[in-house]
């Protein structure tokens, strides 16, 4: 197990964030990109603090699932005063992969390439009457 | 329809709020009654995201609530009505027709003891939920629609 501060932040409603970090790990064996936050039972102010000290601690993108809420509300708020942290709402495994495996680059860019990998992987088939 | 649900929350929109009680009761609009909120348009941007663009969202202090509500509450689409503490809906109460309050978050903080996974009270809220009880509304607590209603006599 590595001691290195994660550089992403996963943060979502009940066992989201877990759920997708142990999948990223079960994948390509990284354990040390993401760090997994729940907001259930965080009052808004305390997921705000939490997220606050990953950033401190130099975090560069936070991943949330919902658009709007309170996981996307609190990082907006942090990123008032980091101005260079970057959300990526609407997370999906597929987005968290080419974060963690994908060339290593400015937040921006690791955002809009995770971002493009995420929305492309979503797709529909099947359902013929 | 007028307002179908009075919340306290102190998360006021999120998802549990958008997307679990919102969508199955169809609502038309969300009033978030704040002062802090309605004192910024920074803030109202922030919770503005987190709703969809048919709905339509109010931002109101307490005085303003108060003069809006009967409005609100003759909008032909169901709505919620946020606070996110239980003054302000306590406030509100006392110049409109409040007859039932849900208590969906209330989340841990200093001199707050729990009473529910999700609701956590100070002695002086406590007494604020008697005292608001006490002029007819009906107090209880319930995080999503699918969840058990704990009745206020229950929870204290």
């Known amino acids: ?5 994660p550089r992403g932040i996963i943060v979502g ?7 997708l970090a142990s999948a990223v790990q079960q ?4 354990a040390d990109v993401f760090a997994a936050v729940s907001n259930r039972d965080h009052p808004a102010g305390e997921l705000e603090r939490i997220l606050r000290e990953y950033a ?3 975090a560069e993108i936070i991943f949330t699932d919902l658009p709007g809420g309170s996981a996307a509300n609190a990082a907006r708020r942090v990123m008032r005063d980091h101005p260079k942290l970057v959300l990526v709402t609407g997370a999906n495994l597929a987005a968290l992969l080419e974060f963690a495996l994908g060339e290593r680059c400015g937040p921006a860019t690791a955002a809009r390439t995770a971002v493009e990998k995420g929305r492309s992987a979503m797709d529909s088939s099947g359902g013929e009457s | 329809m007028a307002i179908v649900l009075h919340r306290i929350d102190d998360r006021l929109i999120h998802g549990q709020v958008v997307v679990g009680w919102g969508r199955p009761m169809g609502v038309g609009f969300i009033a978030l009654v704040d002062d802090t909120v309605a004192a910024s348009e920074w803030e109202q941007e922030l919770y503005r995201m987190g709703v969809p663009p048919e709905v339509t969202l109010h931002f109101a202090d307490v005085s303003t609530a108060q003069r809006e509500h009967a409005a609100w509450e003759s909008d032909p689409r169901p709505g919620i009505l946020l606070t996110a503490d239980i003054d ?3 406030r509100l109460a006392t ?4 007859t039932e309050v849900n208590l969906g978050g209330i989340h841990h903080a200093p001199g707050r003891t729990q009473r529910l996974r999700y609701v956590f009270l100070s002695p002086d809220e406590e ?3 008697r005292t608001l009880a ?3 509304v009906r107090i209880s607590a319930k995080d999503v629609p699918g969840g058990k209603p704990v009745e206020l006599e229950d929870l204290l």
Do not use: P
Not at chain 1, 1 to 5: D, W
Not at chain 2, 95 to 98: M, Y
């Open chain 2, 88 to 90: 302000t809906m306590a």
């Open chain 1, 27 to 30: 994948i390509c064996g990284l």
């Open chain 2, 134 to 136: 006490a002029t007819g």
């Open chain 2, 95 to 98: 110049a409109t027709r409040v």
């Open chain 1, 13 to 19: 409603h009940g066992e989201f964030a877990a759920g």
């Open chain 2, 127 to 129: 007494q604020a939920l």
């Open chain 1, 56 to 58: 401190d601690n130099g």
């Open chain 1, 1 to 5: 197990m590595s001691n290195r501060a």
